[in-house]
């Protein structure tokens, strides 16, 4: 199993910018659809971003023109990164990789990093 490990998380104020990491134990984001996904209080995981092999990505509506999601398959490594933050982009944030047809994630859910947007 591809353990996988977040980071770059922390408080910032609305309109801020972060940069979160992903690292994989395997090189899952080379061959399967890295994706960002967050999970604020009393809701359920959510997709915010993805990336094909192909670098073909795609955005949730309500990050899309703010977040960038990316990769580096020589460092295992994937990023999401956050700009004009807003206080509902609080959630703890998850990355993982699925299989493109059947859909199934390939790595172990993480710890997740947590993004606090307040004043």
């Known amino acids: 199993q591809v353990q996988l490990v977040e980071s770059g998380g922390g408080l910032v104020q609305p309109g801020g910018s972060l940069r979160l990491s992903c690292v994989a134990s395997g090189s899952i984001f080379s061959i399967y659809v890295g994706g960002w996904y967050c999970q604020a209080p009393g809701k359920e995981r959510e997709l915010v971003a993805s990336i094909t092999n192909g670098d073909i990505t795609n955005y949730a509506d309500s990050v899309k023109g703010r977040f960038t999601i990316s990769r580096d398959s020589t460092k295992r490594t994937l990023y999401l990164q956050m700009n004009s933050l807003k206080p509902e982009d609080t959630a703890v944030y998850y990355c993982?990789?699925?299989?493109?047809?059947?859909?199934?994630?390939?790595?172990?859910w993480g710890q997740g990093t947590q993004v606090t947007v307040s004043s």
């Open positions: 993982n990789a699925r299989r493109p047809y059947s859909g199934t994630y390939v790595g172990n």
